[in-house]
């Protein structure tokens, strides 16, 4: 391997950073650079403040620690995504006991850090730039991961950040004295505040690193994909980006309000009272106590407690207005080109971590007896036919709840969002990712997340790639770079992906091999179309409850 060489010093707001040349010189590596001051003592539970200005030059040549992670469904996730290979039971061992012997990342409340790959370091550059949040159901997950570890987006001319931003309870819990506290009456949201304090960071700096901050793109999957919905119906990140890409944004926290109820979940505000009162055993000066308690030993009291474990995104008046489904129906996100689409069996590796097969059934301990009456409740008259559509539904089969929780919590979403945008006038392109582990004994299939490597042109030890793989990644990584580029995925040498059209039969582009590769209509648009009439009903039950 050749030796990697100092990059020259950058200038930044916050002071110089020098970071590492990769590949023979042709990418500079900046890992660790602060963009916002540290959120511990008293900016625990604040939205982000600036970085306090260093002398010298820092280093940026290491990832810096991550978030606090919650771990556990993550762990699930990835017992299910080794089982599901279909390797050899040798190897689905090995690889299992090796994910429980690595070592972890190192976890920290001072985690709000970026990362830079970049093929032009000249303050003069005008590099395409695409910004990267990652997923993990906002409890989990860092922009360091092994996932995008990758400088494949970066050779084809493009500047690529990734960041951390607080995830789950440091990143999301809200309480009444938090709301007092705030100028603007809210709490919660952190997380999302963190997000767009990287956008800001990318507009006043990353022209030192190549980039155009006239030219930024934000993608990201899972709660990665979720975020980029709510940069695009922020008011507070308007202007922060000129195109986005959601990859699979499911919905979790879509649906949960601030100071309201709604469905089954109470509001975000009481729910933390109620849990600062189970941390605490009093109810008086909450605030001040929780602040008190050092971030690992309060993480540690808060995965003891299950029951807690719902710090999401909050729809809070101010970060965000609307639910974002919501934001999209009425035509108040961010009209930016925009490409959105699901992978074809995204429940697969899900359905052992949540209870329902419909993200907004949200209730515990779901027997498979049971879910023929959920469905009764939830679908009324489009039920029958539902049943007939996911064959084994109805007696509460596995495979069956599989499919329905890939559709209803992304494959419907992602239609959703892909026909509010297009009857808006934004440009949109919809996807359909295919492809499966080229074991014949695969289970997982097109499983959540499996795009991922192939976006970012990541090589992921253990995991099998074949040469038509590798094919499907220069062609992915060339319809991300090229779309980022100008709005429009189209380049020669490439199938061609038309735009998602509302007014006539939409298309979407199918990403898989050999013939799997290609446009065609909306693979599932007959589930969709009942999935979205039960969506349209939540929303419509939603208006009274906007206003905080």
Partial sequence: MAKETATPAIQTTGGMVQGLFQDRGQIAVFKGIPYAAPPVGPLRWQPPQPVAPWEGVRPATKYSPTAFQLAMGFEKFMD??????????????????????????????????????????????????????????????????????????????????????????????????????????VSGNYG?????????????????????????????????????????????????????????????????????????????????????????????????????IPGDVLYKRWRAAEEFHRFHPVIDGYVLPKSPPVAFRDGDQARVPLIVGSNADEGTLLYPIFPSPVAEFGRDNIQPSQIAGLIHQEFGA???????????????????GMALMGDSFFGAVVDFYAAQAAGAGQPVYNYFFTRTPPSPKQMAGAYHAAELSFVHGSKIPMFDHTPDDEALSQVMGDYWTQFASNGDPNMPGRPAWPRYDATAVPQQMRLGIGNQLGATDITRAAQYEIIQRRLHRLLEAMPELEAV
């Fill in 80 to 185: 299910a995504l080794v089982v599901g290979q279909g390797w050899n039971g040798f190897k689905t061992g090995t690889v299992k006991l090796l994910f429980k012997v690595l070592p972890k990342p190192k976890e920290s409340e001072d985690c709000l850090y970026l990362n830079v790959r970049t093929p032009l370091l000249r303050s003069d550059g005008r590099l395409p730039v695409m910004v990267w949040i990652h997923g993990g159901d906002h409890q989990d997950g860092s922009g360091g991961e092994i996932f995008y570890d990758s400088n494949a987006l970066a050779y084809r001319g493009v500047v690529v950040v990734t960041f951390n931003y607080r995830l789950g309870l440091m990143g999301y819990f809200a309480h009444p004295e938090l709301s007092q506290e705030s100028p603007h009456g």
């Fill in 192 to 292: 999302t505040l963190d997000q767009i304090a990287a956008l800001r960071w990318v507009q006043e700096n990353i022209r030192a690193f190549g980039g155009d901050p006239d030219n930024v793109t934000i993608f990201g999957e899972s709660a990665g994909g979720e975020s980029v919905a709510h940069m695009l119906t922020s008011p507070l990140a308007r202007g922060l980006f000129h195109k986005a890409i959601m990859e699979s944004p499911g919905n979790s926290g879509q649906m949960v309000f601030l100071k309201q109820p709604f469905l089954n979940r109470p509001a975000l505000e009481e729910f933390g009272r109620e849990f600062a009162t189970y941390i605490l055993g009093n109810d008086q000066d909450q605030l001040e106590q929780l602040r008190q």
């Fill in 382 to 400: 489009d039920s029958d036919v539902l049943f007939t559509l996911y064959p084994g539904l109805e007696q509460g089969e596995e495979r069956a």
